[in-house]
Nanobody, 121 residues
Framework: QVQLVESGGGLVQAGGSLRLSCAAS????????MGWFRQAPGKEREFVAV????????SYTDSVKGRFTISRDNAKNTVYLQMNSLKPEDTALYYC??????????????WGQGTQVTVSS
């Protein structure tokens, strides 16, 4: 069992930055690929980024490439999402998830409760 708790969300102006963190419980954190997903009001949940168990491989959705960076610290059981050059369309509830490396939500076994990111224009 893995419990995930996100933090770091908030209100920021367009062009600003935020760093999201996701802290995992348990001793098996390094056994899971970690992903970030987001869901905007009235829209379906979408993939944002994923990082492999060792941190050597990453993948991003096209709309955040060059602006967002996913990283992890297995010693701290934490995954991060550094978000730069934020746009109003990045506004959403951001979730972290633990599972198998990939873009589909059904590859992930554990999910956090989410942290809200709001970008004002």
């Amino acid at each position: 069992q893995v419990q995930l708790v996100e933090s770091g969300g908030g209100l920021v102006q367009a062009g600003g930055s935020l760093r999201l963190s996701c802290a995992a419980s348990g001793r098996t954190f390094s056994s899971y690929a970690m992903g970030w997903f987001r869901q905007a009001p009235g829209k379906e949940r979408e993939f944002v980024a994923v990082i492999s168990r060792s941190g050597t491989s990453t993948s991003y959705t096209d709309s955040v490439k060059g602006r967002f960076t996913i990283s992890r610290d297995n010693a701290k059981n934490t995954v991060y999402l550094q978000m730069n050059s934020l746009k109003p369309e990045d506004t959403a509830l951001y979730y972290c998830a633990a599972g198998t490396f990939g873009l589909r939500g059904d590859l992930y076994d554990y999910w956090g409760q989410g942290t809200q990111v709001t970008v004002s224009s």
